[in-house]
């Protein structure tokens, strides 16, 4: 079946859950969904400061996502669900301490896990059941001041492959993107120590835009990526084939 990915009503009556959604790369992505004719909810912390762009069905729900309870009652209070994006993430300081470390695998691979398997019933029930998480390069290399960021990114991975093995006789697809260098608030800080060296690393000489983590999402969540599942697609410009 041919499918025209990127029309405005792609995504018409379907029902996303972006967490990480109130800033970053998932605020990007809740918007393009939304663009696309979804119904999102934009999980995270700091919920009133996203700005949502009028005219699209959006809704910011304050919530972390390392609480179980509230986790686990916002997911049954969805009557359907399509597109579940696991956003949330953290790249925290001094990851050698346990506690720091600890928290990092709670945040970044726990709570994968556990809203993923919150999200399994209702996704059962749609005709285009998609989970998007995110990975990293970090996945790959491994990090000597972020073995916690990158443990779990790693297990990300495994996870996603995991699930994807799972979920698969009730027609859930699950997969990963693992992005490069973007150009979010958390990148700003080492433009000027490490620039240089990560643009003369990547073949396109540049950073990445929100935006193209967002695009990518949407289509691996689409009937246009329908045979796939259980892929971790790098989207950095060709940064960790060099």
Partial sequence: MKQKTFNDGLFKNATAVVTGGTSGLGASTAIYLAELGAKVYAVGLKANHLQIPEGLNIKAVELDVTDESGVTQFIQSLESLDILFNGAGVNLPNQHDIHSFKKSIDINLNSVFHISTLARPLLAKSKIASIVNVSSMLAIFGNAGGPAYSASKGGVDQVTKSLAIAYAE????????????INTPLLEPLKDTLGKSILDRTPFNRFGDPEEIAQVVAFLSSPAASFITGTILPIDGGYSIM
């Fill in 170 to 181: 009730e027609g859930i697809r699950v997969n990963a993107v693992a992005p490069g260098w």
